[in-house]
């Protein structure tokens, strides 16, 4: 039983290209997140929704948009994908705002 | 602005040996603080928290870390480290405030336990 999961696991495509994915969470979490980790390891918020409400946006490109059907799941669209894109995308959710944060397996995505 | 610092970016370590991964924070009052660890090609695992009470926290895996307020650290440790655990560990920290629904992570610092 998969708590958080994502797919793909691995997105190969090339630049212009729009991709979506999609995650999806068993727990009954009500805040749900996207992470950007790049080739540094470096791991970076870009989204957050609480009960499919936008709450966090950081300054993301409007090329990412994110989507929210229901409290289960959080999609990940993006538009003309461009090679800075390419990144290990996680997606994660919490009860609540203070608690620890359950992450998916990430997606690896590579704009060629 | 909340932030995090793990300033080192590797620590090695004999196994057997006790380990320290160093943090500090820095959040408007009092934070939530997390540990995480990931192996390679893998999510991000859960490993301990600090919400209140209790400076010492114990975690996954034999792990645990002292909330130190006043030096506004929460270093990880570990009293005898063994080689698998080596891997990727994040620092993170929540806001009390209406920044709580975001989870700053630290850079990461790898730990490498040698046989």
């Known amino acids: 039983d998969t708590a958080v999961s994502q797919t793909p696991k691995y997105l190969v495509t090339q630049m212009g290209n729009d991709k979506s994915i999609k995650c999806e969470q068993n727990?009954?979490?009500?805040?749900m997140y996207w992470y950007k980790q790049d080739s540094k390891k470096f791991l970076k918020i870009m989204f957050s929704?609480?009960?499919?409400?936008?709450?966090i946006n950081e300054t993301v490109p409007n090329r990412f948009s994110p989507k929210s059907p229901d409290k289960a799941h959080l999609n990940l669209h993006i538009n003309s994908l461009e090679l800075g894109d390419s990144a290990v995308y996680f997606c994660?959710?919490?009860?609540?705002?203070?608690?620890?944060?359950?992450f998916g397996q990430g997606t690896r995505l590579t704009v060629v | 602005a909340q932030s995090v610092a793990q300033p080192e970016d590797q620590v090695n370590v004999a196994e057997g040996n006790p380990l320290t991964v160093k943090c500090t924070y820095s959040?408007?009052?009092?934070?939530?603080l997390f540990w995480y660890v990931q192996y390679p090609n893998r999510g991000l695992q859960f490993l301990l928290k600090y919400i209140t009470g209790d400076n010492l926290v114990k975690g996954s895996y034999g792990f645990e870390a002292e909330f130190n307020k006043s030096q506004t650290s929460f270093h990880l440790k570990k009293p005898s480290a063994l080689v698998s655990d080596s891997a990727l560990y994040f620092c993170?920290?929540?806001?009390?405030?209406?920044?709580?629904?975001?989870?700053?992570f630290g850079s990461g610092t790898r730990l490498l336990v040698r046989p």
């Open positions: 994660a959710s919490s009860q609540a705002a203070y608690t620890e944060a359950f």
């Open positions: 959040v408007s009052g009092n934070p939530y």
């Open positions: 727990l009954g979490h009500d805040t």
């Open positions: 993170a920290v929540r806001d009390r405030g209406n920044s709580s629904y975001k989870l700053i």
């Open positions: 929704y609480n009960n499919k409400e936008l709450i």
